[in-house]
């Protein structure tokens, strides 16, 4: 997750315009990048050496906590005189007849939730590994491996992930310059249906869910295993007892 007011700060020397979840850096004619608080950056006709030091500078200095590198992917903006209003959504590219604004905002915000879903499907993964050899050692065992510390750890990181996942992934909703315009209204959703974006949305939330049903079978479990420990502590101080007021009667 990316703090608007910080993000600012990586693009030195570019035209900004910001609202509350995203900022957009204009360099020149059709040349533009666009930033979002959940996470992702569309560089549209930008030179690479900008964009490598505009992503070296938001690795420093605003994306220090992420997991792993950053996640990258191209795909292609053509422009063409005479291209319909609305665009022309292709299998790799989509063609417009110009890089104004709205069309900018409609591209940028799309491509940007196609990596983003890329990048937390790569968390997913990495989680649903790790509960998978937790659950081998379960079945193999009979208990949970490692301390109540580490597992209770474990359970925090994936619930973390998984708020970032749902907030960042909350933006799905269709910009506002789509309830505008027919013409933006239509890129959107060709666009949106040629990038798979609700298909993936869902396969992610699949193993949302699949991953908060394993945890809560985990909790479960290390409190039963956690109720077990207390009750036969009780017992024992129990016969503890018991045993002291023999003694002391005799």
């Not at 608007?4 to 900004?16: E, S, T, W």
Request: proline residues 4%; aromatic residues 8%.
């Amino acid at each position: 997750m990316f703090k608007i007011r910080d993000l600012a700060r990586c693009f030195a020397g570019a035209k900004l315009r910001q609202t509350k979840t995203e900022i957009v850096a204009e360099y020149g004619p059709d040349r533009v990048a666009v930033g979002f608080d959940f996470g992702a950056v569309v560089f549209i006709n930008v030179p690479d050496e900008e964009r490598a030091r505009v992503v070296g500078a938001i690795v420093k200095d605003v994306a220090r906590t992420e997991p792993h590198p950053p996640l990258e992917e191209d795909f292609q903006v053509e422009l063409r005189d005479g291209a319909p209003a609305h665009g022309e959504v292709r299998f790799d590219r989509v063609v417009v007849p110009s890089l104004d604004a709205p069309t900018v905002d409609v591209i940028a915000l799309l491509l940007a939730q196609s990596v983003a879903i890329d990048y937390y499907e790569e968390d997913l993964t990495e989680i649903l590994a790790h509960l998978d050899r937790r659950t081998d050692a379960l079945a193999q065992r009979g208990r949970i491996p490692g301390s109540s510390r580490d597992l209770i750890r474990f359970v925090g990181s994936a619930i973390s992930t998984k708020n970032q996942i749902i907030a960042a992934l909350a933006v799905l909703d269709k910009p506002a310059v789509t309830w505008e315009s027919e013409a933006f209204d239509r890129l959107y959703r060709d666009l949106r249906a040629m990038l798979e974006i609700e298909e993936r949305f869902r396969a992610l939330e699949y193993k949302l869910r699949a991953i908060q049903d394993t945890l809560e079978i985990f909790l479960d479990l290390h409190n039963t295993r956690r109720s077990l420990f207390l009750e036969s502590a009780i017992v024992i101080l129990i016969v503890i007892e018991l045993v002291l007021a023999v003694v002391k009667s005799v």
